[in-house]
C-alpha cells in the first residue's frame, strides 16, 4: 500500500520505516490537541495496570515520527521495552504503516475547541529550544525542504483574531510530491477534517478504534471500559472508576513532569500550563456571527454531514460503529 508523505520541521513519518512493530503494539493518533495525552494516559493505566509508570510518559509511549530525538535513540528505547507498546502519532493513517497485529486508536475533538488548545499551546511552548533539538537530531542532509534554516514560527507574531482567520481558512497537508510545510501558527481547520475524515473511512477495520474527547469528558469509566475491551483489557466497573480518578485533569497536572509530553525535552515553558482548564465552547469567544457562518461553510465543503457529526459531539452526533 501507497503511503502519503507527511514530512514538516516537526514531524517526518518515513521515521517509522526504522521500527519493527510487535503483535500487540498499540498506536494512537490524534491531530494536535484533541486528547493524544489523555489517551495516553488511559493507555498506561491499562497496560500497568495503575498509575505508576517506569519513566516519564513522553519516553514510555514517545511521539515516534517527532523530529527533535535522534531516531536511532527513539527506535533503541523502544526495542528494548519488554511491557506492551504504546506509541503516539500526529499522522493520518494513510502515512503510517498499517499493520493487522497492531490496534490504532484514533480520537476527535471539535475542531473549534482543538485550534482554542492550540492557540494557548504555541504560547507555552519554547519554539528556540525545538530549533535546536530538531537540528541536533536530524543530519543537515536529512531535512526536508530547501536548504539553508528554516523558521519554526512566522517572522511576526499574530493575534488571535488572525490566527483564527488562517487557521479557518488554510489549505489542507500539501499536495503528493510537496512533502514539506513549515509549521505555521495553530494549523489549519482542513488539516484536522483531513486526518478525522482519513480515519473515518478505515473506522470499520477490526484493529482500528475511534473515540472522542467529549465522549472522554461524559463518561470516562464508561470510555474506559471500552477502551480496554478494545485492546482486550477485561476491565469491572468498579477498577475502571479507580484507574479513571488518575486520568482527570488536576491529577495529571498535578504530575505534569512525568505525564506532559516532551517533559525530557524542555520545550515547556511550564509544565503544569500544558494541562490547562480549557474545557468545551471556549472557541466562542473568538467567533462572531460573520465567523461562525463561515465555520459551517468551510466545514461542509471539507467533509461529510456524517464524520461532521461525530467531529463535533462524538458518538452522541454520530456513532462510528453503527
Not at 13 to 33: F, H, Q, V, Y
Not at 277 to 298: I, K, L, P, T, V
Request: glycine share 8%; net charge negative.
Amino acid at each position: 500500500m501507497t503511503r502519503t508523505l507527511y514530512r514538516s520541521l516537526m514531524s517526518d513519518n518515513m521515521r517509522w520505516d526504522a521500527l519493527r512493530l510487535r503483535e500487540g503494539d498499540i498506536i494512537i493518533s490524534t491531530p494536535s490537541k484533541c486528547g493524544m495525552t489523555w489517551t495516553q494516559r488511559l493507555v498506561s493505566l491499562l497496560v500497568f495496570d495503575g498509575p505508576e509508570l517506569p519513566g516519564p510518559l513522553s519516553t514510555v509511549s514517545p511521539w515516534f515520527d517527532q523530529t527533535i530525538r535522534p531516531l536511532d535513540e527513539v527506535v533503541g528505547v523502544l526495542e528494548a521495552q519488554t511491557h506492551r507498546r504504546f506509541m503516539k502519532t500526529h499522522t493520518p493513517l494513510d502515512g503510517l504503516i498499517l499493520d493487522d497485529r497492531v490496534t490504532y486508536i484514533c480520537v476527535g475533538r471539535d475542531p473549534r475547541d482543538a485550534a482554542v488548545s492550540m492557540l494557548f499551546q504555541t504560547a507555552n511552548m519554547d519554539r528556540d529550544r525545538m530549533r535546536v533539538l530538531h537540528d541536533a537530531a536530524v543530519p543537515a542532509h536529512h531535512r526536508p525542504g530547501p536548504p539553508g534554516p528554516q523558521p519554526l514560527r512566522e517572522p511576526a507574531e499574530r493575534g488571535p483574531v488572525e490566527e483564527f482567520r488562517d487557521w479557518m481558512e488554510g489549505p489542507a497537508h500539501p499536495p503528493p510530491g510537496v512533502g514539506f510545510a513549515p509549521p505555521k501558527g495553530i494549523g489549519t481547520l482542513a488539516n484536522i477534517l483531513d486526518q478525522f475524515g482519513k480515519t473515518w473511512e478505515r473506522r470499520h477495520m477490526p484493529n482500528v478504534a475511534l473515540f472522542h474527547y467529549a465522549d472522554f469528558q461524559q463518561d470516562l469509566v464508561g470510555e474506559l471500559i471500552r477502551l480496554g475491551a478494545v485492546l482486550g483489557f477485561d476491565v469491572s466497573y468498579d477498577r475502571a472508576a479507580e484507574l479513571a480518578r488518575y486520568a482527570s485533569l488536576d491529577e495529571m497536572r498535578s504530575r505534569a513532569a512525568e505525564v506532559a509530553p516532551n517533559t525530557t525535552d524542555g520545550i515547556w515553558h511550564s509544565n503544569e500550563s500544558f494541562f490547562r482548564s480549557g474545557g468545551c465552547g471556549e472557541w466562542q469567544q473568538y467567533f462572531g456571527f460573520a465567523e461562525y457562518r463561515r465555520y459551517n461553510d468551510r466545514i461542509n465543503q471539507l467533509a461529510p454531514p456524517d464524520l461532521l457529526a461525530w467531529a463535533h459531539e462524538g458518538r452522541r452526533g454520530c456513532d462510528p460503529d453503527g
